[in-house]
């Protein structure tokens, strides 16, 4: 079964003779596991493609499939995924532990529950030393890391990633491109990643969709994408 399906999914923006269709009937099956970057020009749609399947937006027509379930009229929370943004708005007066925890906490998973997942997290992102600091007290590497320790803890279905790594330098956009592939290596939840940068495409992608206009113009692996003859 596939982790994601994308069934025409149109977007129009407004309403009436000024609405403004933004997305003109995207489809595509994505297996379990795998992992999609989204590419294309600026204005092709790519975040509002994404944000649909978080339910941050809502789709105008057609059918988005999360696992089994249609998830068209689903709030983000019931939806089974998990957003990493640019800006990784941590909570500034909470420790890393709590700002990990605090998602799960709203959603009441029980204590021993939360701590075990956090724990795990902390290991693979290694913050286990640095549970208890504050953001202000981290390199930005490691509030990159607590933002997606954050993510990990909700043990999605799926993993939306929104142009992460953009605002970041050139050392530490590297290393979290190598951190991104590492959790995946390890823990292989179906990941779709916005960006405008090639070589992330091209390190990261297991099958890239091309955005066009609204349109996708290729789903394709990345030789296929890049190998021009
Ligand atoms: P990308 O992420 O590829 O840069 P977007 O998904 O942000 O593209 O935008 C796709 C198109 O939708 C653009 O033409 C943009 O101007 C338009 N758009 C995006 N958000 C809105 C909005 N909230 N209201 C109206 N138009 C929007
Ligand atoms: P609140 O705004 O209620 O204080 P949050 O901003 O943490 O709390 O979360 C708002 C909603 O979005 C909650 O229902 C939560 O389950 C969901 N949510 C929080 N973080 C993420 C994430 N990374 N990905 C997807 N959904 C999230």
């Known amino acids: 079964m596939a982790a994601l399906s994308l069934r025409n999914v149109i977007k129009r923006y407004g309403h009436g003779p000024k609405a403004n269709q933004v997305i003109h009937g995207v489809s595509a099956e994505i297996p379990d596991h795998e992992f999609i970057v989204i590419v294309g020009p600026s204005g092709c749609g790519k975040s509002t493609l994404l944000r649909m399947v978080a339910g941050l937006e809502e ?10 379930r249609v998830v068209n009229n ?21 420790t890393v532990f709590d700002n990990m925890a605090y998602g799960l906490k709203i959603a009441k998973v029980p204590v021993p529950e939360i701590k075990t997942r956090v724990d795990k997290a902390a290991q693979i992102l290694e913050l286990g030393h640095l549970l208890e600091r504050k953001p202000r007290e981290l390199s930005g590497g490691q509030r990159q890391r607590v933002a997606m320790g954050r993510a ?3 043990q999605p279905k799926v993993f939306l990633f929104d142009e992460p790594l953009s605002n970041l330098d050139a050392k530490l956009r590297a290393q979290t491109r190598l951190e991104i592939q590492k959790l995946h290596r390890e823990l292989g939840i179906t990941s779709l990643f916005v960006t405008h940068d090639q070589v992330e495409a091209m390190t990261l992608a297991q099958r890239i ?5 609204g349109v996708m113009d290729q789903f394709a692996t990345p030789e296929e994408v890049y190998s021009r003859p």
């Open 152 to 154: 990990i803890v909700r």
């Open 59 to 68: 789709i105008s027509a057609g059918e988005i499939r999360i696992g089994d």
């Open 209 to 213: 969709i091309v955005m066009n206009g």
């Open 74 to 94: 689903l709030e983000p929370s019931e939806r089974d995924i998990a957003m990493v943004f640019q800006n990784y708005a941590l909570y500034p007066h909470m």
